[in-house]
């Protein structure tokens, strides 16, 4: 089980941009994928990304926009948001799951970080 630690969130306006790390306590052989839950809403996924780094999959609200990266080196995923709208205001969870493939599934991811606010106002 490794251990997940978000940051980065925080209070901007519409059209702006935040970029979201997550810290992983270990090198180990997963991948990763950012949720990202509203009030009153289900958690839903945002992206998700590949051990190697190759394959990246968005939903669709936020593609174009927002971009998920990671760092071998750092232990650290990342989660590039830009031209955000209010209704990308949630609480944004890191996710980690164990294989080299990326997941839609939230089932399959194991390991979550405790969660950081994004609130995008108008």
């Known amino acids: 089980q490794v251990q997940l630690v978000e940051s980065g969130g925080g209070l901007v306006q519409a059209g702006g941009s935040l970029r979201l790390s997550c810290a992983a306590s270990?090198?180990?052989?997963?991948?990763y994928a950012w949720f990202r839950q509203a009030p009153g809403k289900e958690r839903e996924l945002v992206a998700a990304i590949s051990w190697s780094g190759t394959s990246t999959y968005y939903a669709d609200s936020v593609k174009g926009r927002s971009t998920i990266s990671r760092d071998s080196d750092k232990n650290t995923v990342y989660l590039q948001m830009n031209s955000l709208k209010p209704e990308d205001t949630a609480v944004y969870y890191c996710?980690?799951?164990?294989?080299?493939?990326?997941?839609?599934?939230?089932?399959?991811?194991?390991?979550w970080g405790q969660g950081t606010q994004v609130t995008v106002s108008s």
């Open positions: 270990e090198r180990t052989l997963s991948s």
């Open positions: 996710a980690a799951k164990s294989g080299t493939r990326a997941g839609w599934n939230q089932n399959e991811y194991h390991s």
